[in-house]
């Protein structure tokens, strides 16, 4: 056996999940998060807290309004990979066509190495971050991972997650939501049999 890279499981998270986490987990929901792209100031903040380089100047209010959009059609296509039935066909094409509109604005360049190859943002500041998460995005796709990274499907949360399961069938992204959506159900049939 020659010496490579040791393989890594398909139940462990590739590099790269984290940020897409991150930028994708910045929403408000009702269990105490907060919208971490509502202004330029919290985005500045959320942008030095995870190590990108950009002077608070450089953050507009246009870039927040922008990370957020680019935000919302991400969650929209993982809970597409969380099979949401909430979730219409229409509103996957206009998630998919957004995140195509955002990469033609921020171009991507192949890195060609003798050991690989990476894509980088062509693009500095603001913009070159929605370029990074683009590039991982489509990095992680290649490599097969993409469609485990879900949105919870539980409605308050919405929270992105690694799909850790053997057969890749998790919805929540954890027991507490799970248990929501449960009793949720539980009271709508009791109700319905009262009335």
């Not at 984290?18 to 929901?29: G, I, K, P, R």
């Not at 942008?47 to 922008?66: K, R």
């Amino acid at each position: 056996m020659g010496q490579g890279k040791a393989e890594r499981s398909p139940l462990e998270p590739p590099d790269g999940v984290d940020l897409v986490l991150e930028f994708v987990n910045t929403h408000a929901d009702a269990g105490g998060r907060v919208e971490r792209f509502g202004d330029a100031g919290a985005l500045a903040r959320w942008l030095s807290e995870n190590d990108f380089p950009v002077e608070d100047e450089q953050v507009t209010p246009a870039d927040a309004a922008a990370a957020r959009e680019l935000r919302d059609a991400l969650v929209t296509l993982l809970l597409a990979h969380s099979r949401d039935e909430t979730l219409d066909a229409g509103a996957v094409r206009l998630a998919e066509g957004h995140v195509r509109q955002v990469a033609t604005r921020h171009p991507l360049v192949p890195v060609i190495r003798a050991d690989g190859a990476s894509l980088l943002p062509q693009q500095t500041g603001v913009p070159g971050v929605f370029g990074s998460v683009l590039a991982t995005v489509t990095l992680l796709a290649q490599s097969g991972a993409w469609t485990r990274l879900k949105a919870c499907r539980n409605q308050p949360c919405h929270f992105g997650f690694f799909d850790r399961t053997r057969n890749g069938s998790a919805v929540y992204c954890g027991s507490a939501c799970g248990s929501q959506v449960s009793m949720r159900a539980y009271r709508q049939r009791k109700k319905a049999q009262a009335g």
